[in-house]
């Protein structure tokens, strides 16, 4: 069936590293995939967004890579700051705006 | 721009009260919203889609009849919990696509704490 999951659910950084979070999807169809970030008693935020004829697209201190190959997904974020600290989800259109969150990585950056 | 409001931002109610929770697009128009639950610690889990002037479309396991969706105008769609148990207290976001071209972006909501006591 179609899932859309996250290797690791917590992930520690000391600040000023990179971080990469990691995401795993079994829909091979899907053409359209969002990061989103979500602080404590939040909404998500769009962060960055990729289409499936794409392999990476760069935003302000993000990147985000798609591998169809073996359908994984991950955001790079550069120099990570306390302020990154939040739960990270990637999201899958599953076709017209429908969105499937995988499970959600906590990122806690470390000063 | 893009923003999306919800009203009220969180809510206690008795069980058996009905509550309704508004969803409105602030600075464009939204023929389609979505309707989230997020449980502590959990991710976000669709709901239904709003559609305007026609009605929701709701996701497997989601009860239509409790879950009552009105979405009477492109920046307004309500969500109401009928006779609210408190196991339908969670954290309910709504969301609306404004992404044009590359972007099919979602705005989401602030989100809605229900609590039923």
């Known amino acids: 069936g179609e899932s859309v999951g996250l290797h690791l659910p917590t992930l520690s950084v000391q600040e000023g590293d990179n971080s990469i979070i990691n995401c795993a999807y079994s829909n091979s169809a899907s053409d359209y995939f969002i990061w989103y970030k979500q602080e404590s008693g939040k909404g998500p935020q769009f962060i960055i967004d990729?289409?499936?004829?794409?392999d990476k697209r760069q935003g302000q201190r993000v990147t985000v890579l798609l591998n169809k190959t073996v359908k994984h997904l991950s955001l790079q974020i550069a120099a990570t700051q306390p302020g990154d600290s939040a739960v990270y989800f990637c999201?899958?259109?599953?076709?017209?705006?429908?969105?499937?969150f995988g499970t959600g990585t906590r990122l806690t950056v470390i000063p | 721009g893009a923003v999306v409001s919800q009203h009220p931002s969180w809510v206690i109610c008795k069980s058996g009260t009905s509550v309704k929770i508004e969803c409105r697009s602030l600075?464009?128009?939204?023929?389609?919203m979505f309707w989230y639950r997020q449980f502590p610690k959990q991710s976000l889990m669709l709901m239904a889609t709003?559609?305007?002037?026609?009605?929701?479309?709701?996701e497997q396991g989601v009860e239509k009849d409790k879950f009552l969706i009105n979405h009477a105008s492109l920046t307004l769609s309500t969500l109401t919990v009928t006779s609210a148990h408190p196991e339908d207290s969670s954290f309910y976001i709504c969301?609306?696509?404004?992404?044009?071209?590359?972007?099919?972006?979602?705005?989401f909501g602030p989100g809605t704490r229900l609590t039923v006591t």
């Open positions: 709003s559609n305007e002037g026609s009605k929701a479309t709701y």
């Open positions: 969301s609306a696509g404004a992404g044009t071209g590359f972007s099919r972006e979602q705005y």
């Open positions: 999201a899958e259109d599953k076709g017209a705006n429908n969105l499937f």
């Open positions: 990729i289409r499936s004829n794409m």
């Open positions: 600075d464009f128009q939204a023929t389609t």
